[in-house]
């Protein structure tokens, strides 16, 4: 079983998933955005025996662990490694549009306590958080190089961090004596910067910092309106798209775009009369998204603030 014995990562709204997105016809391609170890592939290799899968993921190391698991799958699963809004950009022409399109925007575990990266500060790690690490910024280099007050407005806009004002000027503070590089220092400085009612509340005070620099070391948010944009445009009319969010700002650009591409009409509210002539490019599957049942957030905590979207595609928007 070798590196298959590793996986730490449980698919969250997995029988959703497989219900809302179950091949519609023979010989369907399904695109897996999100790779990750895998999970959601193996259920629909295993469930849908002439489903192929296109897997992505733009970390190589964990890719290897889904292509160890998922070996037995043969030819009916390639991988792409990089990023999703890329792959999609660079669509060929000639390949076959896929039926089906999931992206499971969440982190996998295997970042958390496998990667080494500086994900958690449970374990005192260097301050990477990169999930593509053969380029871009590391955490380490934004909490070194951000002037206060973008660090501050960082911890705010992607986290909601309260206190972001305080651990911004604690952070460029301590730098000024010497570097943060790892996760042990970042998470003390952070808890000292913070009141003390704040250390002792439901997570730790620094969670939210941590959050908010993974999103901006990932692009997590800026990279997903050109996946959304990206996926859309390369789906088959009548295939579907499935994104799974896990807190309220990825949820909100994915609700908010499926909304876009479900109205017949896109002309401002105050025009008198509608000149865009536009059609609804999808249909939406799940008005108020999926959530986990009581049942899966007892198994998988981790799954507890997972929402499911998903649309048809009625026609792309050249009108075909």
């Known amino acids: ?15 959703e998933t497989l219900q809302y ?23 629909f290799l295993s469930r849908f025996p002439d489903l192929k899968v296109i897997g ?4 190589s190391a964990i890719q290897a662990i889904a292509k160890e698991r998922l070996r037995e799958f043969g030819d009916r699963l390639h991988f792409y490694t990089g990023w999703s809004q890329a792959f999609f950009a660079e669509y060929p022409a000639e390949l076959k549009r896929p ?23 449970r374990s005192d790690e260097q301050l990477d958080m990169r999930l593509d690490v053969s380029g871009g910024t590391s955490a380490a280099e934004l909490v070194a190089r951000l002037p206060e007050k ?8 992607n986290a909601g961090e309260r206190y972001s004002r305080r ?3 604690a952070i460029t503070g301590e730098r000024q004596q010497g570097t943060i590089t790892t996760t042990a220092a970042l998470a003390q400085l952070v808890e000292q910067a913070v009141p003390a009612s704040y250390r002792h509340g439901p997570i730790h005070p620094a969670t939210r910092t941590f959050q908010a620099l993974r999103i901006a070391v990932n692009g997590e948010l800026s990279r997903l309106p050109d996946l959304l944009e990206g996926a859309l445009r390369v789906l088959e009319p009548g295939g579907r798209l499935g994104i799974i969010s896990f807190h309220s700002l990825e949820d909100r650009i994915v609700k908010n775009f499926f909304r876009t591409k479900n109205k017949d009409c896109t002309c401002p509210p105050e025009a008198p009369i509608c000149r865009c002539e536009g059609r609804r490019s999808v249909n939406i599957l799940t008005r108020k998204g999926v959530a986990p049942t009581d049942e899966e957030i007892e198994r998988n905590s981790p799954s507890r603030s997972a929402r499911l979207r998903v649309v048809e595609k009625v026609l792309d928007e050249d009108g075909q």
Not at 21 to 43: I, N, Y
Not at 56 to 59: L, V
């Open 99 to 121: 039926d089906t399109i999931l992206a499971d925007l969440g982190v996998s575990l295997f970042h958390y306590e496998k990667s080494g990266r500086g994900f958690s500060f």
């Open 167 to 169: 651990i911004a000027r």
């Open 1 to 15: 079983m070798g590196k298959v014995m590793e996986i730490v990562h449980t698919p969250v709204l997995l029988e």
């Open 150 to 157: 973008e660090l501050a407005d960082l911890l705010y806009n």
């Open 56 to 59: 992505i993921d733009a970390d």
């Open 21 to 43: 997105l179950a091949p519609r016809g023979r010989d369907e391609l399904m695109v897996d955005a999100t790779m990750g170890e895998g999970g959601h592939s193996a259920a």
